[in-house]
């Protein structure tokens, strides 16, 4: 089945360690994204790609990187994990900037 | 700038009878609207999509929206709920801008259906 995949799941990290966060898609989509989704804040972006090679800074940029080396690949870096990281992370993609979006089922992030 | 707010963050409703989530929105472009589902623990699914063309939208699982440019509102409607609707639902507005769209969702309405 076509879509998106996340990995891992879920992950219990320790302040100060590093951790990329795993996205793949299969519907050759130009577009990918990451947000953020906390409660009472609803979703909030991180990082987007428009096309494989080009990234750029969403509303919440500061203390994640991203790369797009490929079409299929978005992982998503924190360099120094802080508890205010603690969140669901959602990886997404759509063939343009403006199109519907199709999301992963998320990466549950818990930072001590 | 664009944004959109949905004015109820919970709405509880009876198994059968009419779910309304309602959705204002403010867009300086000609914007494109999306309802969204998010079941416990998944991603967002589409519901449906308004993109310029007719002002009601039919969605899946018996949803629709209609698109109001006068109240800028984009409400989603069901006529009778089911058990299985019961998750959080995002209002979800996107403006073309050059080759870069930019999409802002609202905040969620977490809808409760009782038996």
């Known amino acids: 089945i076509a879509g998106i995949t996340q990995a891992p799941t879920s992950q219990i990290l320790a302040a100060g360690r590093r951790m990329t966060l795993r996205c793949t898609q299969d519907?050759?989509?130009?577009?990918m994204y990451w947000y953020r989704q906390d409660l009472g804040l609803g979703l909030r972006l991180i990082h987007y790609s428009n096309t494989a090679g080009t990234t750029g800074k969403g509303e919440v940029p500061d203390g994640y990187s991203v790369s797009r080396a490929n079409t299929d690949d978005f992982p998503l870096t924190l360099a120094s994990a802080v508890p205010s990281q603690t969140s669901v992370y959602f990886c997404?993609?759509?063939?343009?900037?403006?199109?519907?979006?199709?999301f992963g089922d998320g990466t549950r992030l818990s930072i001590l | 700038a664009q944004s959109v707010t949905q004015l109820d963050s919970h709405v509880s409703v009876s198994e059968g009878t009419p779910v309304l989530l309602r959705c204002n929105y403010s867009?300086?472009?000609?914007?494109?609207l999306f309802w969204y589902v998010q079941h416990p623990n998944k991603g967002l699914q589409l519901l449906l999509k308004y993109t310029s063309a007719a002002t009601l939208v039919k969605g899946i699982n018996g949803f629709e929206a209609e698109f109001k440019k006068s109240e800028t509102s984009f409400h989603l409607t069901k006529p009778s709920a089911h058990m299985s609707d019961a998750a959080e639902y995002f209002c979800?507005?996107?403006?073309?801008?050059?080759?870069?769209?930019?999409?802002?969702f609202g905040k969620g309405t977490k809808l409760s259906v009782k038996p």
């Open positions: 997404a993609s759509s063939d343009s900037g403006y199109q519907p979006q199709h």
């Open positions: 519907m050759r989509h130009n577009a």
């Open positions: 867009s300086s472009y000609s914007p494109s």
């Open positions: 979800v507005v996107s403006e073309k801008k050059g080759s870069q769209g930019n999409l802002i």
